[in-house]
């Protein structure tokens, strides 16, 4: 297939990552359908869309998650292909079967490799055999506190535990000791049971050793249809609030050259492994002292962080992942130039980090060389209570990790969001933090910062 014939491309997803996967398919040339909630119809990407659907009320579940709905708009527009974005039905496998038995192109990996990767103990175990090194845990799924106690005592404390499905950090906490596990397993289970359906009385956790002050550091791969796996670079999401990141950075600077070709070379293993297809991220944790990794998990998907590795390469994934879909192999050979680093702008305290949605009444976006945001919406525009806040992504280039600080610094400064609440002066807050500042940070750093 040729990649002009994959068109008109339905993006089953909304607001700023809408809005970037139709900027690319548009200078393709390629015709983009936009589907929307009722909640969403006076967003951006709707109207930057060549075609827009109406799909339902503004509850996901009866919109951006209803399957059905999503396939019937792509019948009725004529839809050739569907990028699904992040979150949502990204990495829904029942959701890309449907797509590829409905006739149309699916812009992901293959079903099989989202199925493999989904389930976080099959995965763990899937690549140890791969030689990827992983850390002490549990091989099978623990689905009962007696379990979870003797696998912590075998595993030993600190342990982290989170639910065998799902993302994002959702359901995750670490327990330093036999009561914090019976809080953290009762959290577990009420996550699978919101997000999975899996049942309160038996949940699929996963129990793993944790590494106390860990960097999050994560590899960018791209598989070929031609069956090569090619790494395009790290990294660094250690800015964390509640296991949910913040702020990301390439090249990570809590890694030595000889750990970044490590880990590239364990991420191409992995992605080898399930025959990878497409554009997806091989997640680690990074003991910096003992400068050494484990496999954390994979995402089967474009990452929410995707525009650092784009800074610094200058690939467009978006569009590398459109050719891959159309059985395109290019030729990318990955060079790193510079820092980037990436601010996610939330409708959120900037303090207890709670969602604060609102009307937009101002919003004016920085400018200026080696500067980029991708936004999701505009004055005028109400951030509302369904989705998740994520307002915009403030990005910065600069030909160093200083020089990248300095326009982040007056980036922050002259973005211009009034009406909800936001964390711009967080990051404000956190461009002058030493340990920032200097690199020298690990996931518990905003942890820190609010104690």
């Known amino acids: 297939m040729l990649i002009e014939t994959l068109g008109p491309v339905l993006v089953a997803n909304r607001g700023e990552i809408a809005r970037r996967v139709i900027r690319t398919v548009q200078r393709l040339g390629l015709g983009a359908i936009a589907v929307h909630s009722e909640a969403d119809g006076d967003l951006p990407f709707v109207r930057e869309a060549d075609e827009a659907v109406l799909i339902g009320p503004a509850d996901p579940a009866q919109s951006y998650l209803d399957a059905d709905k999503v396939l019937e708009a792509a019948r009725a527009t004529g839809a050739k292909a569907i990028h699904p974005g992040y979150g949502f039905l990204a990495e829904n496998v029942a959701f890309a079967r449907a797509v590829i038995d409905a006739g149309l192109v699916w812009i992901g990996p293959t079903p099989e490799a989202i199925d493999k990767m989904g389930d976080k103990i099959n995965a763990r175990n899937l690549m140890e055999k791969a030689g990827v090194p992983v850390a002490a845990g549990t091989r099978e799924p623990v689905t009962d506190l007696?379990?979870?106690?003797?696998?912590?005592?075998?595993i030993g404390y600190p342990v982290m535990v989170k639910t065998a499905g799902g993302g994002g950090g959702i359901g995750m906490s670490v327990a330093h000791d036999d009561e914090g596990l019976a809080k953290a397993f009762e959290q577990a289970a009420r996550a699978a049971a919101r997000f999975s359906g899996d049942?309160?009385?038996?949940?699929?956790?996963?129990?793993?050793?944790?590494?106390?002050r860990a960097r999050h550091v994560e590899v960018q791969i791209l598989g070929l249809p031609d069956g090569r796996v090619v790494a395009l670079g790290e990294r660094?999401?250690?800015?964390?609030?509640?296991?949910?990141?913040?702020?990301?950075?390439?090249?990570s600077?809590?890694?030595?050259?000889?750990?970044?070709?490590?880990?590239?070379?364990?991420?191409?293993?992995?992605g080898e492994a399930v025959g990878y297809l497409g554009a997806g991220t091989v997640e680690c944790l990074v003991d910096a002292d003992a400068q050494d990794f484990v496999f954390l998990e994979m995402n089967t998907r474009l990452q929410v962080e995707h525009p650092v590795t784009e800074l610094v390469t200058g690939l467009d994934l978006v569009e590398l992942q459109l050719r891959v879909a159309a059985g395109e192999s290019p030729e990318v050979r990955p060079a790193t130039t510079g820092h980037a680093?990436?601010?996610?702008?939330?409708?959120?305290?900037?303090?207890?980090?709670?969602?604060?949605?609102?009307?937009?009444?101002?919003?004016?976006?920085?400018?200026?060389?080696?500067?980029?945001?991708?936004?999701g919406y505009a004055a005028g525009n109400t951030v509302t209570p369904f989705y998740d806040p994520l307002l915009a992504k403030l990005c910065v280039h600069g030909e160093t990790r200083a020089d990248a600080l300095e326009k982040a610094r007056k980036a922050v400064d002259a973005f211009v969001v009034e009406g909800p609440k936001n964390n711009l002066p967080f990051c404000a807050e956190l461009l002058e933090n030493a340990e920032f500042v200097t690199g020298v940070y690990d996931t518990g750093l905003v942890g820190r910062m609010r104690a």
């Not at 007696?146 to 075998?154: E, G, M, N, R, Y």
């Not at 600077?253 to 293993?269: D, F, K, N, S, Y």
């Open 341 to 375: 680093i990436e601010f996610r702008v939330y409708a959120e305290d900037p303090r207890r980090f709670l969602p604060g949605p609102g009307t937009i009444t101002a919003w004016v976006e920085p400018g200026g060389a080696g500067v980029r945001v991708d936004s």
């Open 253 to 270: 600077p809590g890694i030595t050259p000889e750990l970044r070709e490590r880990m590239l070379a364990a991420a191409v293993r992995a």
């Open 236 to 251: 660094d999401c250690s800015v964390q609030r509640r296991h949910q990141k913040v702020v990301e950075e390439s090249p």
């Open 199 to 212: 049942a309160l009385d038996g949940p699929a956790v996963l129990l793993e050793r944790y590494i106390e």
């Open 146 to 154: 007696s379990l979870a106690l003797k696998a912590a005592d075998a």
